[in-house]
């Protein structure tokens, strides 16, 4: 799959977390709807997009409790929903989709959460998901 269509399927698969999230949309109803907003997707970036729903959907304790270990001072539900969606996002990528480099999921949530969220969202994203690899990916060091 080509760059652009996972770039878009992130974007997708922002919307329809989103909507799952914040409007309690059923996640296969969210799921069958390609927003207007999202030009080019293909069902490639499609196929993607559904595939990283539903892994964030099937682990999101896991990702949740993940994100609230290194967002000090910010609770989830204190979060704005883009950013702890783009986040959960991301660390299902870092975790669980080996084919994707650490540094291009880190890279790609980043640029999603300054485009969708807040003027500070990018910097948000890149301080927990760089927490997080430090203290989760890093090898201990030796003495």
Excluded: C
């Amino acid at each position: 799959m080509n760059r652009k269509q996972r770039h878009l399927g992130r974007e997708l698969a922002l919307s329809w977390l989103y909507q799952i999230d914040v409007a309690a949309t059923p996640p296969e109803e969210a799921l069958a709807e390609i927003p207007d907003d999202i030009e080019g997707v293909e069902d490639e970036g499609a196929d993607f997009a559904r595939q990283l729903v539903r892994g964030v959907l099937a682990d999101q304790a896991r990702l949740d409790a993940g994100i609230a270990k290194y967002a000090r001072g910010w609770s989830l539900s204190r979060m704005a929903a883009v950013e702890r969606n783009v986040l959960r996002l991301a660390l299902y990528e870092i975790l669980d989709v080996p084919d994707i480099p650490t540094s291009v999921s880190v890279d790609e949530a980043v640029e999603v959460a300054k485009r969708y969220g807040a003027e500070e969202s990018g910097k948000f994203v890149n301080g927990i998901l760089g927490a997080f690899i430090r203290g989760e990916l890093q090898p201990p060091a030796t003495a």
